[in-house]
């Protein structure tokens, strides 16, 4: 059985096209397996800027989009811990008018550590598995701070050592899988030229369902709301406005006999227009091999 929470979250580390929108939901084993790679094809494309509540379309004119290639590996340490890495190659293309600009790279690197809190020894009709995790992500790539190309094409990271807490939870009933994880995350303060940088508090959550059908038990569809958010940053004595955005994504995945699975996946972050600000909105599309590698 294909769990829920892996191959849903694929597309959802990277759906924007830059990094404000990136979310800190991490890459788990979820199932019995003792390891899990998996690598991701993704293509996004920015459609809107939203700031100070109002919503802008990009014209023809103001094309940008991100070709990823995300590599993500996981291993059980213990019966119920793990360590994953997340490592995304990425391209990034912008347009204004009859100018092009492109830049390649790496991306900000990410290791996770998890513990499974509530192990699922036995069936219980109310009690989920549950997992805590903490993640660390490396300033790697760019940022908008460190860009040095023009209109800063090859910002691809956030430029700040960061750390996320959370907690995810998933129960299974019959053909359904439910998912909530909440977390949160800040970074290190750094020096931008001869100026401060300190982040703020920022955190992301995920609600979901998948659903299996009988007479096709192999094929799992998923759909899930996510909300995230990044505290302002601040400089010097001036605080910059949080990026807050929404994120829906739907997905289906199918299982191989040979311990393989492939995923499709859609993440749109204009669906809940009202609840961005101050970030570029996107839609992302995402197929995904995944190998899982039994106990």
């Given amino acids: 059985m294909i769990k829920f929470l892996p191959f849903l979250l694929l597309s959802k580390a990277f759906a924007a096209p830059c990094c404000s929108g990136a979310s800190q939901i991490p890459f788990l084993i979820t199932t019995d397996d003792q390891a899990m790679l998996s690598t991701s094809f993704i293509q996004g494309s920015v459609l809107a800027d939203a700031f100070h509540g109002l919503v802008r379309k990009r014209t023809s004119k103001q094309q940008e989009s991100l070709q990823t290639v995300l590599l993500q590996g996981a291993i059980k340490t213990t019966d119920r811990s793990q360590v994953a890495l997340q490592l995304p190659l990425t391209s990034r293309q912008r347009s204004l008018d009859s100018k092009a600009y492109s830049a390649q790279g790496l991306g900000d690197l990410r290791f996770i550590g998890a513990y499974e809190i509530l192990p699922e020894w036995a069936y219980s009709v109310w009690k989920p598995k549950g997992f805590s995790f903490i993640q660390l992500t490396m300033p790697t ?72 059908p009988r007479f096709l038990p192999r094929l799992r569809l998923g759909i899930a709301a996510a909300p995230s958010s990044d505290g302002g940053v601040r400089l010097d004595s001036v605080t910059m406005l949080p990026k807050k955005v929404w994120t829906l994504t739907v997905a289906a995945a199918y299982a191989l006999p040979s311990d393989l699975s492939i995923i499709l996946s859609f993440a749109d972050q204009t669906f809940f227009p009202n609840g961005a600000q101050n970030v570029e909105l996107s839609r992302t599309l995402a197929l995904t091999i995944q190998n899982r590698f039994p106990l």
Wanted: no cysteine; glycine share 12%.
């Fill in 141 to 212: 790539a760019p940022s908008i701070y460190d860009a040095k190309k023009t209109m800063r094409i090859d910002a691809r990271g956030k430029g700040f050592w960061g750390f996320s807490l959370g907690t995810a939870f998933l129960k299974t009933v019959a053909s359904f899988d439910f998912v909530f994880l909440m977390e949160l995350h800040s970074a290190l303060p750094r020096m931008y030229k001869t100026r401060r940088l300190e982040p703020g508090l920022g955190y992301s959550g995920l609600i979901g369902a998948g659903y299996s």
